[in-house]
């Protein structure tokens, strides 16, 4: 229920927090390729791969819901995890995937069908001549929209068509928060109830919004998540992926608070992650790759998500990023 002071801090700075739980020390490791290895599982239930890969200049890979069998079923944010890869290279990353993909025939639904290319695949297709490619305006630091503009460049140099739609729908981070506090409290409100002091203000905030929640509130948010995923099913009759910033900010300092309304206070994380929580709630594979560092020598990243099952058009753009971008922004290795 706490987080380490230097939890998935970057480039060695605990000052600054990656976050992500226990993806953030996975984030910190991968993304350095220090001792623990190169490739590192996480899932991704808000971000939970993708963030901290974005904090740390490396990649994070969350494929289509299912893709790879499931650990776990529960209320809230369970419902829209994703278990995916964190990594140096989209190369690792979409290998670790693909060695992790299949079905899990003990849950409910269907797991998607095909097989996961591997990147140097998808390389090899050539350039992205056909494509059409969404990047909207995105609220971001001016550094990390400058690196969704490097990305956004080379996809076009690269033969896509670039547009900037996006559908009129309901918040996907609002509609997520209301599912992910209620189930929060299903899950563990007991448990928490008899450990009430050793909880951060973080969780306590989590729960008191969770129990606070109506049955109405809920039902509001699955209805506006129905709504989100009627959204983009119309985006991608038109589009074949989605560019948008990974994390609306660099790594915020550990623990920090920002003014917020009549003496309030809101964890700078919550703020960069605005852009994370669409992909989860429609289920589609995603993937966050580094664009360089800010002028505090912060990594900053772009997300790409193409439509739920088709890793094939993500890896192909992901690869053409990663290669604009090669080498700048690369965390040390040691």
């Not at 993806?23 to 490739?39: E, S």
């Not at 971000?47 to 819901?65: D, E, M, N, Y």
């Not at 499931?70 to 140096?88: K, S, T």
């Not at 800010?294 to 990594?299: G, K, T, V």
Request: hydrophobic share 40%.
């Amino acid at each position: 229920m706490r987080e380490p002071l230097g939890h998935g801090a970057d480039g060695g700075r605990v000052e600054r927090r990656g976050g992500g739980g226990v993806r953030g020390r996975a984030g910190g490791a991968g993304c350095r390729g220090r001792c623990l290895g190169p490739l590192h599982h996480g899932s991704d239930g808000g971000g939970s791969i993708r963030v901290p890969a974005a904090f740390c200049g490396g990649v994070g890979l969350k494929p289509t819901g299912r893709r790879v069998p499931r650990r776990r079923w529960g209320a809230g944010i369970a419902q829209f995890e994703a278990d995916g890869a964190l990594a140096r290279t989209v190369e690792d990353a979409a290998l670790m995937v693909a060695a992790m993909r299949g079905g899990d025939a003990r849950g409910p639904g269907r797991r998607p069908r095909g097989v996961l290319p591997g990147a140097g695949a998808t390389a090899a297709a050539g350039g992205l001549r056909g494509l059409t490619v969404s990047a909207p305006p995105s609220l971001a630091a001016d550094e990390v929209r400058a690196g969704v503009a490097k990305a956004v460049d080379a996809l076009r140099r690269a033969g896509a068509a670039v547009t900037d739609e996006m559908p009129d729908m309901p918040e996907p981070s609002e509609a997520l928060g209301i599912v992910s506090a209620a189930g929060a409290v299903v899950e563990y409100g007991r448990l928490a109830e008899a450990h009430e002091s050793r909880l951060t203000d973080y969780v306590r905030r989590s729960l008191a919004r969770g129990r606070g929640l109506t049955g109405a509130d809920v039902a509001s948010a699955y209805a506006d998540i129905d709504r989100v995923v009627r959204a983009m099913e119309g985006l991608f009759e038109g589009h074949d992926a989605l560019v948008l910033p990974t994390t609306a900010t660099t790594a915020p300092e550990n623990l920090a608070r920002v003014p917020q309304g009549a003496g309030g206070a809101v964890n700078p994380w919550l703020i960069s992650t605005l852009h994370v929580s669409l992909a989860n709630l429609i289920q589609a594979p995603a993937v966050a790759i580094p664009t360089g560092l800010d002028r505090q020598r912060m990594p900053t990243s772009v997300q790409i998500v193409a439509r739920p099952g088709d890793e094939a058009t993500l890896l192909r753009c992901a690869v053409v990023v990663e290669e604009a971008v090669s080498g700048v922004g690369r965390p040390p290795l040691a």
